[in-house]
């Protein structure tokens, strides 16, 4: 399957679809019963239900972070290999993470077009004729 600005989220199900809506219905139903019951044991439920809700929510912020640190590494790696420098130091990650779906051939017209017009993620990705899909990142 191609990818293209229309189709390039991805979702990761046992985490998205089956994790985190157990954990908001248990924390829903544990806030319930504490309501309901009040007592020590539903007042545990419930901290017990918000750690696991923080928890799922640190460790997508941490994966997303490290894959966020190697596809800089990698857009740095190919920018020194077509222009022979170091990504300008203007980009912020977001639209570096944008202009990972670029080719070759347009990467670093849109560089200069991201740096000098100070273009958006979504306008980055937007501008993109040739998508390069990026298959690894969850």
Known sequence: ????????????PP?????????????????????????IITGLLVLAFFLIAII????????????????RAEENLRYYMLAGSALPNELSI???LALRFAGDE?????????VNNK????????SI????GDFHRI
């Open 56 to 71: 799922a929510v640190m460790a997508r912020m941490f994966a997303l972070k490290a894959q966020d640190r190697a596809a």
């Open 129 to 132: 004729k040739n998508w390069r």
């Open 15 to 39: 985490f998205h679809f089956f994790a985190v809506p157990l954990t908001v219905i248990g924390l829903c139903f544990s806030i319930y019963s504490c309501i309901a019951i009040p007592n």
């Open 119 to 126: 273009l958006s993620p979504t306008e980055i990705k937007k």
């Open 106 to 114: 347009e990467f670093l017209p849109l560089v200069d077009q991201a």
């Open 1 to 12: 399957m191609s990818q293209n600005y229309e189709n390039h989220k991805r979702f990761y």
């Open 94 to 96: 977001s639209q570096i």
